[in-house]
């Protein structure tokens, strides 16, 4: 199973961006996917959970709805857009496939 996240890096506050995580070795259309983040000195939160058909979703708590998660299973990519970024949603942000498999992570750093 390989992860491979990119997309991250430095995004003015009323921006955009997308996060986007490749996956090979395994069945990526019956997988459900997450991503997750990590703030300096913080726990890692669940953001956001899509099923392997995409066609249900789940957000953590208090997750801005500036945050939306899809898929395309034709490119085994998962995908985090990003609206109107603040500066609280610096972090770097994983990819996760349950349970058990994770990416390296992208930094994403919104600053003026």
């Known amino acids: 199973v390989q992860l491979v996240e990119s997309g991250g890096g430095l995004v003015s506050p009323g921006g955009s961006l997308r996060l986007s995580c490749v996956a090979s070795?395994?069945?990526?259309?019956?997988?459900?996917m997450s991503w997750y983040r990590q703030a300096p000195g913080k726990e890692r939160d669940l953001i956001a959970s899509i099923t392997g058909t995409g066609d249900s979703t789940y957000y953590g708590n208090s997750v801005p709805s500036r945050f939306t998660i899809s898929r395309d299973n034709a490119k085994n990519t998962v995908y985090l857009q990003m609206n109107s970024p603040k500066p609280e949603d610096t972090a770097v942000y994983y990819c996760?496939?349950?349970?058990?498999?994770w990416g390296q992570g992208t930094q994403v750093t919104v600053s003026s």
């Open positions: 070795g395994f069945s990526f259309s019956s997988a459900a």
């Open positions: 996760r496939r349950p349970p058990s498999s």
